[in-house]
């Protein structure tokens, strides 16, 4: 008689198991077979002369066994053996050395086997549900996904997808303006994913500068499609992020598509980070330019830099300085994430010109008098000259025009303040 596994309230429905647990019916049968063998392993030694069929379909269990026809004498196995006494009274056709096959009611182990298997298989179908859920948010690692708020601590909230599956979002991975409230929706990228306990533990992140670009490719095509690049993110999470991009195609605009009209594309971005202000900037393999891109709004007079060091001496007006350094620092300490070089400000001193009688004290009378007719009465009209032209142009020897210059540069030599 065929056996219902619904009978032994294993599984309500094969095809209900399948939806609600994500499990292919392959995966499925191997794993209810795998029980059913384990347990006739326990009830008779042995499952190598068993066969579990499972129609998935139908949720129908049908479990046979296989014995050789013995002669009474020989009859040594209960489990493997039948006697051809015995046999002979079921079907006089059986001969020795045949085999005989019955159908064996599974629910006839007894309560204990039936409650053994039960809790077997609860086991083997949670393990199954822990593998796939691994399996399935690894593979989503670096994805933007949405949850609902399931409850909010101290520490960390805890999300639901919407197959119910836990979703932890750190204190760490907290944008800090962020408002919680049971019920909401919250879009995060996937982080990471553990194994805590034979258990996964998906971790989300809301300040990862992943989740940054993933928005962007939401929201910008010619970014999701490949014809803008975003090269480089420095980002404070909830104050202010910088985002370099770099076009492929020099009809684009990638700051402007970033943007959007009238700040349309930024303006949701902006608005999923609570407010986070975000600079777009060209992107460039020229040092220098990319960082006076990203010290804008600020003014750059100068830059020097020193690659070896990965430092650069940014020169600016006074009043340009606060620009450069931002509120808080914010906006030079972006730079320097941004740029990879270690970035210090410096105010550039307006210097006067200084006439060269002034220097009559310490330049002979007949120089100043040579430089006046070459057409030349102030000390910076001088040191715009290279050493040879002063030289050719006053009667010099060349040592002295390089004393001259000395004597004229050290009237401005101020040590910038930083």
């Not at 198991?17 to 994500?22: C, G, I, R, S, T």
């Not at 006074?318 to 400000?345: F, H, Q």
């Not at 200084?354 to 008098?369: K, M, Q, S």
Request: hydrophobic residues 40%; glycine residues 4%; negative net charge.
């Amino acid at each position: 008689m065929t056996k219902k596994v619904d009978n032994l309230n294993l599984i309500s429905n094969f095809a209900e198991f399948k939806e609600l647990k994500n499990i292919d019916k392959s995966t499925m049968i191997g794993v209810l077979e795998d029980v059913f063998h384990h347990a006739l392993q326990k009830q008779y030694g042995t499952d190598e002369n068993f066969d579990v069929i499972i129609n998935a379909d139908k949720g129908d269990l049908e479990i046979w066994r296989n014995r050789t026809v013995v002669a009474d004498e020989d009859f040594a196995d209960a489990v493997r053996e039948i006697k051809f006494s015995e046999i002979q009274e079921i079907d006089p056709s059986f001969e020795i050395g045949d085999e005989y096959t019955d159908q064996i009611s599974f629910a006839s182990f007894g309560r204990r086997a039936v409650l053994s298997l039960r809790q077997n298989l609860a086991s083997h179908i949670l393990d199954l549900e822990k593998a796939n859920l691994f399996e399935k948010y690894s593979s989503k690692v670096g994805e933007i996904i949405s949850g609902e708020i399931y409850q909010v601590w101290k520490k960390e909230v805890l999300l639901v997808d919407d197959e119910d599956n836990e979703l932890i979002l750190p204190k760490s991975e907290q944008i800090p303006s962020d408002f919680y409230r049971k019920g909401d929706t919250l879009k995060a990228i996937v982080k990471s994913v553990e194994m805590n306990n034979n258990t996964p533990r998906i971790i989300l992140s809301r300040t990862a500068n992943q989740f940054l670009e993933r928005l962007f490719e939401a929201e910008v095509p010619e970014i999701f499609d490949g014809l803008i690049t975003i090269k480089k993110i420095a980002r404070i999470p909830g104050e202010r992020a910088k985002v370099a991009v770099e076009s492929y195609d020099d009809r684009i605009d990638p700051v402007g598509s970033c943007v959007g009209v009238k700040g349309s594309r930024i303006y949701s971005i902006v608005k999923e980070l609570r407010n986070e202000n975000i600079d777009v900037i060209n992107y460039t393999s020229n040092t220098k330019l990319l960082i006076q891109r990203a010290l804008n709004p600020a003014k750059i007079s100068n830059i020097v830099l020193d690659e070896e060091k990965m430092t650069a001496s940014v020169y600016l007006k006074p009043e340009e300085v606060s620009v450069a350094i931002g509120r808080g620092g914010l906006n030079i300490r972006l730079s320097k994430m941004l740029t990879g070089y270690d970035i210090d400000v410096y105010r550039e001193i307006e210097e006067e010109d200084v006439a060269l009688n002034e220097f009559a004290d310490e330049i002979e009378p007949w120089i100043i008098d040579a430089l006046h007719r070459a057409g030349y009465d102030t000390a910076k009209s001088v040191l715009d000259l290279s050493i040879e032209t002063i030289a050719a142009r006053a009667d010099l020897e060349i040592e002295q025009a390089e004393k001259i210059v000395e004597i004229l540069r050290a009237e401005f030599d101020t040590e910038v303040e930083e």
